[in-house]
């Protein structure tokens, strides 16, 4: 029987399953739904089915959540980002830690201390310090557009589409950003479209406006880096100048020339155009005003997108760590060196390990920026460069601290941090499921004594968490 596209009717939306999406059962199936609430009661289309659950999309709505909220965004429900703008956000907070919960519960299976409540985010809308645009020289048209029969305007500058690389969302206004970052995206691409500056076409490779990337930072300095697909000096020099011109506030003004079938540059030469070469954010130790960290933000660097958060992240990793001031720490995937900057003055020695070599060259930067002699920091592969002869050189880690990308520590690093047998480690991590798959790991020698969830980004489903791990032996 073709199940695909058949309608369910008066479907009660039971929760919210893994990666935000709601779910639902019919006949003893798992549903699991888009664009719904916990609590609507709507009829579904199936858009796919599995062996073991169904896909499906909301056709009409019987009743509405209590949970649901007006969305502020025009965008809301095309726009691949912010899905949870029509949920509550004391209601997003329980979800999100209750995805936490379940990750520990199902996927550890290890014996849980209190789990702290999750610690909000004081800023829901403009929290966002970095935001990256891509150009298109056929943006996506909604169902009214089409239907008017108008001659539009194809060229835009925006987001990807959910699930299509080659269909890019023009946007009027984004509420993840503070000022000028609307102003400048949306005069770049008056200039481009009045200039007849070709934007690019994702699928035929043609064109020249490629990308826009917009940083800002809490100290009120901002970051521009253009994308471009050729050498064209006339177009690069007129479009420089006009932001020169329009935004002389601009720290940091850069272009990159790609010719790429993507849009990573990390490879690629950055220009700086105007200005430095970076821009300066700042952190307050344990929330003193008078006590602040300094971080240079190059281009190609990463930093938490969400500045005032990340305090919050770092100060419940320090808090966590009980650190003495005698402790060897290891920061484990460092990126520029911001925890291992941020607990350096409560350790003896602290000893970072990234594999982006330039993020080395960031992390050494930002020690030398505030002062701090007690931080080393080493370019490598995880797996390979952490090993006995490593640590025999540069001191065994009395404390680890671990911040590793969504996919988690490799298998090896476990097993090497079990081996090294610190007396504590600390997990930072952005998915608590491969969080809890590597928590199963080390809980065969270590106990879990504190969990703390973070929400870094308000409407989505994106929880940060903190674990302490204490060993047994």
């Known amino acids: 029987m073709k199940i695909k596209n058949k309608v369910l009717t008066a479907i009660r939306i039971e929760g919210i399953a893994a990666e935000g999406k709601c779910i639902a059962r019919h006949e003893g199936k798992v549903l699991f739904v888009t664009g719904a609430a ?25 009743s509405y959540s209590s949970m649901r909220t007006e969305p502020f965004c025009s965008h809301f ?8 703008q029509h949920i509550q956000y004391d209601k997003q907070l329980h979800y999100k830690q209750q995805q936490v919960v379940d990750s520990l519960e199902r996927i550890a299976k290890v014996p849980l ?13 403009y929290y ?9 020289d056929s943006r996506w048209l909604t169902r009214e557009e089409i239907d008017s029969g108008e001659n539009l305007e194809r060229n ?14 023009d946007i009027d206004h984004c509420y993840l950003q503070e000022d000028p970052s609307n102003a400048i995206r949306l005069s770049v691409k008056d200039f481009c479209i009045r200039e007849n500056i070709p934007f690019f076409n994702l699928v035929t490779q043609e064109g020249y406006m490629r990308n826009l990337i917009i940083r800002t930072s809490s100290t009120g300095e ?17 479009i420089m100048d006009h932001i020169r011109q329009q935004f002389p506030e601009i720290t940091s003004l850069n272009y990159v020339i790609n010719t790429k079938r993507n849009e990573t540059f990390h490879d690629l030469e950055v220009v700086n155009a105007a200005g430095r070469d970076h821009i300066l954010e700042q952190m307050a130790y344990d929330n003193q005003p008078d006590h602040l960290l300094k971080f240079r933000i190059g281009p190609k660097s990463f930093y938490q997108t969400n500045s005032q958060q990340a305090a919050v992240l770092y100060k419940t ?7 003495s001031g005698v402790e060897v720490v290891y920061d484990l995937y460092s990126g520029t060196g911001t925890i291992a900057n941020y607990v350096a003055h409560l350790s003896k020695k602290v000893v970072g390990i990234e594999y982006v070599a330039d993020a080395v060259e960031d992390a050494w930067k930002n020690s030398e920026l505030n002062g701090i002699g007690n931080t080393t920091f080493h370019a490598g592969d995880m797996k390979d460069l952490l090993s006995a002869e490593f640590m025999d050189e540069h001191g065994h880690p009395d404390v680890v601290i671990t911040d590793p ?15 090294a047998s610190p007396r504590r480690i600390v997990y930072v991590s952005c998915n608590p499921a491969t969080q809890a798959r590597d928590l199963a790991l080390l809980c065969q020698y270590y106990r879990l004594t504190a969990v703390q969830p973070v929400d870094m980004f308000p409407h989505t489903h994106h929880v940060e968490n903190v674990v302490c791990l204490e060993y047994n032996g």
């Not at 990308?405 to 081996?419: S, T």
Request: with cysteine; aromatic share 8%; proline share 7%.
């Open 128 to 136: 966002r310090n970095k935001l990256e645009y891509t150009f298109t």
């Open 156 to 169: 835009g500058l925006g987001f990807h589409i959910p699930g299509r690389f080659d269909k890019i969302l």
């Open 222 to 238: 901002s970051m521009v880096i253009i994308q471009v697909a050729g050498d064209e000096p006339a177009w690069l020099e007129s």
């Open 113 to 125: 201390p209190a789990i702290s409540p999750i610690i909000p985010s004081d800023k829901t809308r």
């Open 317 to 323: 990793a320090l808090q966590l760590a009980n650190l």
């Open 77 to 84: 429900g095309t726009c691949g980002g912010c899905k949870w």
């Open 38 to 62: 916990p609590g609507d009661v709507a009829d579904l289309r199936i858009t796919r089915k599995k062996k073991s659950y169904l896909e499906a999309v909301p056709l009409k709505f019987h």
């Open 405 to 419: 990308p969504r996919a988690g520590m490799h298998e090896d690093v476990v097993k090497m941090l079990i081996k």
